[in-house]
């Protein structure tokens, strides 16, 4: 199991900037790619950006430019530097990981999720 606990959310005016942090516990082994997500209220959840073990890093059309996604290994927690922000970037943001774990025979994938935590740019 794979334990995720975000933190940097609050409010912050148009053009402000937010860091949000992922911090990862538990069975940490294997991770394949971690990523951001995030739900708008009435709307589905959606990818914000992703970044995998290996270091590529893909991003939303919609927060190219603003957001940077990053991670520190050691410290077992991912970032998300979000810059520039606009009202439409108001959500719950939601850090999801991705566990692969590879035998002989076989290849499983787990998916974990943390609780989430509230970004709001006012209009």
């Known amino acids: 199991q794979v334990q995720l606990v975000e933190s940097g959310g609050g409010l912050v005016q148009p053009g402000g900037s937010l860091r949000l942090s992922c911090a990862a516990s538990g069975s940490i082994f294997s991770i394949y790619a971690m990523a951001w997500y995030r739900q708008a209220p009435g709307k589905q959840r959606e990818l914000v950006a992703a970044?995998?073990?290996?270091?590529?890093?893909n991003y939303q059309v919609s927060v190219k430019g603003r957001f940077t996604i990053s991670r520190d290994d050691a410290k077992n927690t991912m970032f998300l530097q979000m810059n520039s922000l606009r009202p439409e970037d108001t959500a719950v943001y939601y850090c999801n990981v991705v566990q692969r774990i590879t035998t002989a025979t076989t290849v499983d994938e787990y998916e974990y999720w943390g609780q989430g935590t509230q970004v709001t740019v006012p209009s």
């Open positions: 970044i995998t073990s290996g270091g590529s890093t």
